[in-house]
């Protein structure tokens, strides 16, 4: 599917939900993509990426931005303390915020460099024991945590148990939200952005759709 055509669905999906198609943010998702299928995007005009990790994304993003300017960078994935660091210098999003230990680190880092990229905090909605998040229980806890860090929470971000209904995951993510003041949801991916839209997403994570199938090697 174009990049075009998922900007029309999405379009289509804010208008369905009484939305303005400007609350949504397109996340290319391009781990794992070849980089000619990444620049194909970039030049397209589309600014605003996601990864899932650190390394990738050092050896991916610093040519590009050399290349076609400023780019947003949204890091997707499970974030090591010892990576933290890099993460924020690359980084103007991490939307897997989710312990004390890193948040702590984050917090630190933030006051020695100066700047700190937005935050979302991980909920493991669908509570999977292989899965990172914070509980849905422990949800309220953190993000009061978090906040008492100074640090900057936009939001909270989900990623559905693979075999369940998605939209039940995430009216649940954004009733912990809508309780604790926080206007930003991520969710939503290739095969449920549209679901994910209709009940409050601002921010969907879309790859293969746009990029096509990952070849993992």
């Not at 029309?8 to 980089?35: F, H, W, Y």
């Not at 589309?46 to 050399?66: L, S, T």
């Not at 930003?184 to 879309?206: K, N, Q, W, Y």
């Amino acid at each position: 599917m174009s990049l075009e055509a998922i900007r029309d669905l999405i379009s289509k999906s804010c208008q369905k939900a009484g939305r303005a198609t400007d609350d949504v943010t397109l996340i290319a998702v391009s781990k794992v993509q070849p980089n000619e299928r990444v620049a194909a995007i970039l030049d397209q005009g589309h600014r605003i990426f996601g990864e899932n990790k650190v390394q990738e994304a050092a050896g991916k993003w610093p040519a590009f931005r050399e290349t076609y300017g400023k780019v947003d960078l949204h890091l997707i994935g499970p974030l090591q303390t010892n990576k933290a660091r890099q993460a924020m210098e690359l980084a103007q999003a991490i939307h897997t915020l989710d312990r004390p230990k890193l948040a702590n680190t984050i917090a630190r880092l933030a006051q020695e460099i100066g700047q700190c990229p937005d935050l979302f905090i991980q909920v493991n909605t669908g509570e999977e024991p292989q899965k990172a998040g914070c509980l849905p229980a422990d949800a309220d806890g953190f993000i009061q945590e978090a906040r008492a860090l100074d640090l900057p929470i936009k939001g909270l971000m989900c990623i559905p148990p693979a075999d369940e209904e998605p939209s039940l995951h995430f009216a649940l993510l954004g009733k912990i939200a809508a309780r604790n003041g926080l206007s930003g949801l991520s969710m939503g991916m290739s095969s449920d952005f549209e679901s994910a839209i209709a009940l409050g997403a601002t921010h969907v994570r879309v790859g293969s759709a746009i990029f096509g199938d990952r070849s993992y090697e």
